[in-house]
């Protein structure tokens, strides 16, 4: 069983010891008619979180979760791709004057110590933000039905490295943009789909999610999404924002899945830092 990611290729089944041909693996999905709707899904185009452009977009994010927090008027969750971004955005909303009282998910790894700081923080903070891929994020079902706004900063691509390097050229023969897609956005994604699967942990619970990012509105990102994610509204600018938010939470219209962006997607790292996440 390979549970949230698509039917392995060749190679991959092999790396699993799997020696029947693709053609014969069936995919099967559970099916959950209540998460029909659940969602409220919305785009925001306005920005880029790559790692070399998410400096200049700091003030932005900062006030998107300003914005998006006073809008829920509960606590929100925002979750990031590391704690080195969170911490950034932290920063940039103490020198946007915020009084805003952020909770910043610890380093703990025992299950009861982090069940007790997120019903601390229910109750004391504005707004948690969460890391991608940790426990937080992916094994804790306290945040079902109790968190109405969440925000997303960024795809969460795992870091450009040499282990990175390694299994992108490992796939080079099947093109780059097949092994970068393997690589990073696979996995990147299913993080995305993991965290905002725990927010919807039952019938009648519904949630607002912003894709703060607007590679989430490039087919080959989006395309990653799952299906109760893959549809909503674009934020192309501030006066969108305002207006999505407060809106009555209805089945998403539009649909930003094939919005593919003309902006290519570099993957080089950047000289400043060894381990970048893209």
């Not at 606590?75 to 103490?94: G, N, Q, R, T, W």
């Not at 946007?96 to 007790?116: H, T, Y």
């Amino acid at each position: 069983v390979i549970p949230n990611g698509p039917i392995p290729s060749d190679q991959d089944q092999r790396r699993l010891g799997i020696t029947a041909p693709t053609a014969s693996l069936s995919w099967v999905e559970a099916a959950t008619p209540w998460r029909d709707n659940a969602y409220d899904i919305a785009v925001d185009a306005r920005v880029d979180t790559s790692y070399k452009q998410r400096q200049r977009h700091l003030p932005t994010t900062a006030q998107t979760i300003a914005a998006l927090q006073e809008s829920a008027r509960s606590p929100i969750a925002v979750f990031f791709p590391s704690y080195a971004y969170a911490d950034a955005v932290l920063k940039a909303l103490h020198v946007d004057g915020g009084m805003i009282r952020v909770a910043m998910q610890p380093r703990v790894r025992d299950l009861q110590a982090q069940s007790q700081w997120v019903e601390e923080s229910l109750l004391l903070a504005d707004t948690l933000f969460l890391v991608l891929g940790s426990s937080f994020a992916e094994s804790i079902d306290l945040l079902g039905g109790r968190i109405s706004h969440a925000m997303v900063v960024g795809p969460a691509l795992p870091e450009v490295n040499a282990v990175q390097y390694a299994r992108m050229a490992e796939l080079d023969r099947e093109g780059r943009e097949a092994a970068f897609r393997r690589v990073y956005q696979v996995p990147g994604l299913q993080k995305v789909n993991q965290a905002l699967g725990r927010l919807v942990r039952a019938p009648g619970q519904h949630a607002k999610i912003l894709l703060h990012c607007r590679r989430f509105a490039d087919a080959r990102y989006a395309s990653l999404l799952a299906k109760d994610y893959q549809f909503g509204t674009n934020i192309e600018n501030d006066t969108d924002l305002t207006d999505w938010p407060s809106s009555c939470f209805l089945p998403p219209q539009s649909p930003f899945l094939f919005t593919v962006l003309s902006r290519a997607f570099k993957t080089k790292a950047s000289g400043q830092n060894k381990n970048p996440r893209i």
